[in-house]
Nanobody
Framework: QVQLVESGGGLVQSGGSLRLSCATSEGTLDYYVIGWFRQAPGKEREGVSCITSSDGSTYYADSVKGRFTISRDNAKNMVYLQINSLKPEDTAVYYC????????????????????WGQGTQVTVSS
C-alpha cells in the first residue's frame, strides 16, 4: 500500500515551466507503474504520462509529447513530471497515481488501471 503526495504546482505564466513531484508518505514506489493525470474543471481526468518500475520506460499522451518529461528516482522514492512551455490549456489539477506493474498491461494511461491516488496539485497557467 502506498500513500501518494503531489507537490510543485502553482501559478505560472504561459511559456513557463514547473516540476511536479510525487512522493510516498507510506510504502515504496518499487514495483509500481506511476502515472500522471490531470483534470480541468468540467472535463474528464486525462492521463498525460507514465513510467514503469521494471525498466523505467516512459509513455506520453500525444497532447504533451515534447513538453512533458517524466522521471523517477528510485533511491529517493520519488517520481517527477517536468512541464515546459506551459500553455493556458495545461491548467488543471495534476494527480499522480500508482498501479502494481504485474497487474496491468503497460503502458497505460487509463485512470481505471491505477489503484492508488494522491490528492492532487493545482497548476494554473496565465496567458
Amino acid at each position: 500500500q502506498v500513500q501518494l503526495v503531489e507537490s510543485g504546482g502553482g501559478l505560472v505564466q504561459s511559456g513557463g515551466s514547473l516540476r511536479l513531484s510525487c512522493a510516498t508518505s507510506e510504502g515504496t514506489l518499487d514495483y509500481y507503474v506511476i502515472g500522471w493525470f490531470r483534470q480541468a474543471p468540467g472535463k474528464e481526468r486525462e492521463g498525460v504520462s507514465c513510467i514503469t518500475s521494471s525498466d523505467g520506460s516512459t509513455y506520453y499522451a500525444d497532447s504533451v509529447k515534447g513538453r512533458f518529461t517524466i522521471s523517477r528516482d528510485n533511491a529517493k522514492n520519488m517520481v517527477y513530471l517536468q512541464i515546459n512551455s506551459l500553455k493556458p490549456e495545461d491548467t488543471a489539477v495534476y494527480y499522480c497515481a500508482a498501479a502494481w506493474e504485474d497487474l496491468i498491461v503497460v503502458p497505460t494511461l487509463k485512470p481505471t488501471d491505477y489503484h492508488h491516488w494522491g490528492q492532487g496539485t493545482q497548476v494554473t497557467v496565465s496567458s
